[in-house]
């Protein structure tokens, strides 16, 4: 059974007569009024305010009867006839209706609910008792008057009955009290029982029940029957998400879509009545695997998911039918284009043939094709095509014989380059604006010059034949920058701050071309010289000569060969004219104010004229008249001349030696630098580059291969290296600045290992001996008496030599203002490696301690506390570092003392495991497990810009601002400042 909701409303006045039981359903019978007379009913005072007001006045036979102020007798009740008694009138307090007359079964208000509201749904005040029947008392006027209501919904104290009505002093009779207040605060208390509710009738009706097919929508009240609504029946492409709530079933069904899974998914559950079906992603097979089991599909809907395999080793999966075949391997004549992946085959190339005109670059090997490169215009290639190069300039020379032979030499103010007959290049010396730095692309150059600071090379481009200019180092002025529509160029020169070259037309004829700070009168070519044969170039310090000679069709041709200068220096320039007048010149060489040129006799001799400024003898040309002159160099202030003999002879300024050539054999060229010369001669069938002279930047070190390398060592300007020979003894080498002969090493034979300082440096023997040169002030090259066997490790600081001996012991030597060689206990025999910074020293004990002594204004000679396991210490300038170990064996860096701007003690954090450890001046620098290197702090200069190509390092060195390492091979790599010479003075 099923009901509408409808919410209760008694729409009149009710008096309750009698309660009958029916059908076990109380209801009451309504009635109308009944008169009363006035043997048992007094009057009753009349309502004055409608809405409770002051309650009415007091009637003629009772006492204190009406309303009190601020009670209401409810929000429904009239007070007479139709008078409404108020929302908030309180039915009074004590308030006696009268003596006798019986008010009503419940009537209204109560004794002590002052301020209690008797309206709908209110209390008629706490603990107020309304009196079960209030008497109403004899009235002066035998007809009663009608008595004020107490609300159908009036309010109700917590344990109070109805109170009675009062009466009212109308002559006509009115009615009694309808329904008093209820005692369970609010609500109307249903007349009706268990398993009923009162309908809008009136009635008591049976409430519904709910089927086991139902669900109670709504529950039963006291006045309002139960509402049932049929259970939701889930569809089969639904399932059932909730069951209805227990037996009464007080919820319905709640039934959602099964899920359909894509395309891309597969049914991992199948779905029932109470779950949903579960949708899992198909596995999608890589390009390295195939599909062995494809996904099954059952009506529609896939069930199951893919199984994926790979190949086996040695195979690959063929794309075009997911077969795994075998990997084909690369014959003997072929190389590997690309290696074979999971889901391809290797490919395979046949290697190139290099053909006649061609020589092996690189030898070919499993993944790399041979590489051919053309030998330039006017060689030819032969030899062994294991040796990388094969190009030979004379064709009557002996194949087997390698084309390394240095061929050409430059030397600018303070650095010198050679070129080979492979034509490469190699430059030394002074290299603070880059100026032999050759860039690393550059090869067949067949000619070089070299200026103040700069240098540049004359190479052969291979798609034309054609020789162009390169120029790097000082670029300040423009001299690096090669002047644009240059012909064939055959000849170049580099003054002080700039650059000429000669070159070619198409027609032969030469020109002269300049370039350099703009405006320089050294690079303004006279107009006149247009239309000549310009034959050859030289640059001086500021100015520039030319040799040339007259068209051989021109009307004042006289076949000579003739000397033009231009620029500032006018001593140099304005004499040529006159020195060389009627000679025939086919060779001029130009210093910083002086001028030589070579000219012929007409028995085909070379003679040597000079001019310009001699003050300190640069033109006093000694007596060379018997020897046939082939070529000159000239310096800032010296010249040398080279006879058809190979025979060298020098004069001008000789401070530094400048200009004492060694006995040398057979000299093919000779070049001059500001203060240094350089000579190409033959030394037991071979030819070599000997240079003397000032060799304060490393300008007169000759580079040569080091070989394997097993140690380095960096000073502050100058690095030594321990390098293996070809029958296995270790010898020694050192580069750099040789100011104070640092790297004039006197013997370098059994050397096992270097330490550099600042301007010294000492060699541990393999007898155990030490040997130290250089910088011989503050006793820095003496040796301590006593060791003379037992040395395992020597280092060196800015000023300071220690050495560790086999017992354990330390000894220090050198200056010692500040305790740099006072070491703590070292008489003690508990040291097992030491360390030497500028002006402190550290070391490792036995324990794994670490304990310093020196210096300590920045705090690195103060021994770190706390620092357990240390197995290796190194020290800067101002700064130390320790490498130990920590509980799981890893190597670990640790560094104290000053750590200004450069921060060489910021350790990363992400270094790994360390193996070794070394400072620089201001720089730190570490290595790896792996083999890698990683440096921090000061990089004004370069020294921790780690190259990448940096192979597998074995050892590490620091410098004062440049940084050297030792990589599996045996092979020296340095980087940061070059001043010296001291990065690439090894030229390897």
């Not at 009074?92 to 004794?111: I, K, Y």
């Not at 109070?160 to 207040?181: D, H, I, K, V």
């Amino acid at each position: 059974m099923s009901v509408e909701m409808r919410s209760p409303v008694v729409a009149s006045l009710l008096w309750l007569t009698a309660s009958v039981l029916v059908q076990g359903c109380v209801y009451h019978r309504m009635s109308t009024s009944k008169r009363l007379s006035s043997d048992d009913a007094g009057a009753a005072g009349s309502a004055l305010d409608a809405a409770g007001g002051t309650g009415g006045k007091q009637g003629t036979g009772g006492r204190h009867s009406g309303g009190a102020s601020n009670a209401s007798a409810g929000s429904n009740a009239s007070a007479g006839s139709n008078a409404s008694a108020g929302s908030n009138a309180s039915a009074g307090s004590n308030a006696s209706a009268g003596t006798t007359g019986s008010a009503g079964t419940t009537g209204s208000a109560g004794t002590t609910g002052s301020n209690a509201s008797a309206g709908s749904n209110a209390s008629a005040g706490s603990n107020a008792s309304a009196g079960t029947s209030g008497n109403a008392g004899t009235a002066v006027n035998p007809t009663g008057g009608s008595g004020a209501t107490g609300g159908s919904s009036g309010g109700a104290a917590t344990s109070a009955t109805g109170g009675s009505g009062g009466t009212n002093t109308e002559p006509s009779g009115g009615r009694g009290t309808a329904l008093g207040g209820a005692a369970t605060g609010g609500a109307v208390t249903s007349p009706c029982g268990p398993g009923f509710f009162l309908n809008d009738d009136g009635m008591c009706k049976q409430t519904t029940k709910c089927t086991s097919g139902q669900w109670e929508r709504f529950p039963a009240t006291k006045t309002t029957d139960r509402v049932c609504l049929d259970l939701r029946t889930c569809t089969d492409d639904e399932y059932e998400y909730g069951k209805p709530k227990d037996d009464v079933y007080t919820s319905d069904r709640i039934c959602l879509p099964l899920t359909t899974c894509r395309s891309d998914e597969y049914q991992d559950v199948e779905p029932s009545r109470y779950s949903d079906r579960v949708c899992r992603q198909l596995t999608v097979c890589t390009s390295e695997q195939y599909e062995q089991t494809p996904p099954k599909v059952e009506n529609g809907i896939t069930t199951d998911d893919r199984e994926c395999a790979s190949c086996g080793d040695g195979e690959y999966l063929s794309t075009e039918d997911q077969e795994c075949r075998k990997i084909t391997n690369c014959a003997d004549d072929e190389y590997q284009v690309e290696p074979a992946g999971a889901t391809w085959d290797r490919e395979c190339a046949p290697q190139t043939t290099c053909t006649e005109g061609q020589y092996e670059d690189a030898v070919p090997t499993y993944d790399t094709n041979r590489s051919c490169t053309d030998c330039w215009p006017g060689t030819y290639c032969a030899g062994d095509t294991e040796d990388p190069v094969h190009c030979f300039r004379d064709p009557d020379r002996d194949p087997a014989t390698p084309c390394v032979d240095p061929i050409e030499l430059a030397a600018g103010e303070a650095h010198t380059c050679a070129v080979d007959d492979a034509g490469h290049l190699s430059c030394w010396g002074d290299n603070s604006e880059g100026q032999i730095d050759v860039p690393k692309d550059l090869w067949n150059v067949v000619h070089v010059a070299a200026g103040r600071a700069h240098t540049c090379a004359v190479k052969t481009e291979f798609a034309n034949g054609k020789n162009t200019v390169i120029c790097w180092g000082s670029v300040a002025g423009g001299q690096a920058q090669v002047a644009p529509d240059l012909g064939d160029v055959v000849q170049i020169a580099a003054g002080g701050d700039h650059t000429c070259a000669v070159w070619q037309d198409a027609s032969g004829y030469g020109h002269v071309s300049c370039w350099g700070p703009l405006g320089d009168p050294a690079t303004a070519v006279p107009a006149e010289l247009a239309d000549k044969r310009v034959e050859q170039v030289a640059a001086g310090a500021d100015y520039t000569c030319a040799v040339w000679r007259f068209a051989p069709d021109a009307v004042d041709s006289d076949g000579l060969g003739h000397v033009s200068c231009w620029g500032v220096s006018s001593e140099a320039k304005d004499g040529a004219l006159t020195a060389t007048a009627s000679l025939n010149v086919v060779q001029v060489a130009a210093g910083t104010a002086h001028a030589c040129a070579i000219w012929k006799d007409d028995a085909d001799r070379g003679h040597v004229s000079c001019w310009g400024n001699g003050t300190v003898n640069q033109l006093d040309v000694p007596d060379l008249e018997e020897r046939n002159i082939s070529q000159l160099a000239a310096g800032a202030f010296h010249t040398c001349a080279l006879d058809n003999e190979g025979q060298v002879s020098c004069w001008g300024l000789n401070d530094d030696n400048r200009r004492d050539a060694p006995p040398l054999d057979d000299v093919t060229q000779v070049a001059a630098g500001e203060a240094h010369t350089c000579a190409v001669s033959t030394v037991d069938g071979e030819r070599v580059v000997s240079c003397w002279g000032r060799k304060s930047q490393g300008q007169t070190t000759v580079p040569a291969s080091l070989g394997v390398v097993s140690s380095v060592s960096a000073g502050f300007g100058h690095t030594c290296a321990v390098v293996q020979s070809q029958d296995d003894s270790a010898n020694a080498r050192c580069w750099g600045d040789n100011t104070m002969g640092q790297t004039d090493m006197v013997n370098p034979d059994g050397v096992v290992q270097l330490a550099a300082g600042a301007a010294h440096t000492c060699a541990l023997r393999s007898s155990g001996t030490v040997d130290c040169w250089g910088d011989s002030s503050l006793n820095k090259k003496e040796v301590p008496s006593g060791l003379d066997k037992d040395v395992v490790e020597i280092v060196a600081g800015a000023d300071h030599t220690c050495a560790l001996r086999f017992d354990g012991r330390i000894s220090c030597w050198g200056y010692n203002a500040l305790h740099d060689v006072d070491g703590p206990n070292s008489d003690k025999g508990d040291f097992v490696q030491v360390a030497a910074g500028e002006r402190h020293t550290c070391a490792v004990s036995t324990s794994g301690e670490v304990k310093c002594w020196g210096k300590n204004n920045t705090g690195p000679a103060a021994s770190p506390e706390g620092l357990k396991g240390a197995i290796q210490v190194t020290c800067g300038a101002k700064h130390s570092c320790a490498l130990w170990r920590n509980e799981y064996g890893t190597g670990q860096v640790h560094c104290w003392g000053d750590d200004d701007v450069p921060q060489p003690t910021k350790v990363p954090l992400d270094l790994g495991k360390v193996v070794q450890v070394a400072a620089g001046s201001y720089h730190t620098c570490a290595l790896t497990d792996e083999g890698s290197v990683r440096c921090w702090g000061d990089n004004d200069a370069g020294q921790i810009d780690v190259p990448p190509d940096l192979g597998t390092v074995l050892q590490l060195s620091a410098g004062d601002r440049h940084t050297c390492a030792v990589d599996s091979t045996g092979l020296l790599s340095c980087w940061g400042d070059n001043t010296h010479g001291q990065v690439s003075g090894f030229n390897p």
